[in-house]
């Protein structure tokens, strides 16, 4: 075999290595952008309730926000589950996993809430914005291995 042909044989490996990892950031992307997607509208559900129950008095920001995770989370679920990971787990197996992870992004959520609103004063809206970018960032990663054990398939 010449030179010439080893190296077009494993240039063409190399480009075919290339491609498929390509292909996989693409596959990642798109199903980061389907988990936004979803969690927009449990994101709303919890926004929905932050202003309510603190427009109302019935409870405070940090309050108001974790109960709004919990009601959004069961929103999450549901479509992460059918829409963005597609998974075929049993819902005995995937949902508990989902909701220790939900579980952990309330207690973060809290904690963000509580610093920036209670101990920096920072307005509650502007507070639950960040809280909701730290949380959506980990929760897709914990989520994609983890609950529902993500094959990365698009």
């Known amino acids: 075999?010449?030179?010439?042909?080893?190296?077009?044989?494993?240039?063409?490996?190399?480009?075919?290595?290339?491609?498929?990892?390509?292909?996989?950031?693409?596959?990642?992307?798109?199903?980061f952008a389907r988990y936004t997607l979803m969690g927009l509208m449990g994101t709303t559900v919890q926004y929905a309730?932050?202003?309510?129950?603190?427009?109302t008095h019935a409870a405070s920001a940090v309050i108001a926000s974790t109960v709004g995770a919990a009601a959004g989370a069961v929103v999450n679920y549901?479509?992460?589950?059918?829409?963005?990971?597609?998974?075929?787990a049993k819902h005995t197996h995937a949902a508990p996993r989902f909701f220790v992870v939900a579980a952990a992004g309330m207690a973060v959520n809290a904690w963000v809430m509580h610093a920036l609103?209670?101990?920096?004063?920072?307005?509650?809206?502007?507070?639950?914005?960040?809280?909701?970018g730290v949380?959506?960032?980990?929760?897709?990663?914990?989520?994609?291995?983890?609950?529902?054990?993500?094959?990365?398939?698009?």
Do not use: P
């Open 1 to 31: 075999m010449s030179t010439q042909d080893k190296t077009v044989r494993d240039g063409s490996a190399r480009q075919s290595i290339d491609d498929r990892g390509k292909s996989r950031f693409k596959a990642r992307a798109l199903r």
């Open 49 to 55: 309730l932050l202003v309510a129950l603190t427009a």
């Open 78 to 88: 549901v479509l992460n589950y059918r829409i963005t990971f597609r998974s075929n």
């Open 117 to 132: 609103v209670e101990r920096l004063h920072v307005y509650y809206l502007l507070a639950q914005c960040v809280a909701t």
């Open 135 to 154: 949380v959506l960032l980990s929760g897709f990663v914990v989520n994609s291995v983890w609950s529902f054990r993500a094959r990365y398939s698009g």
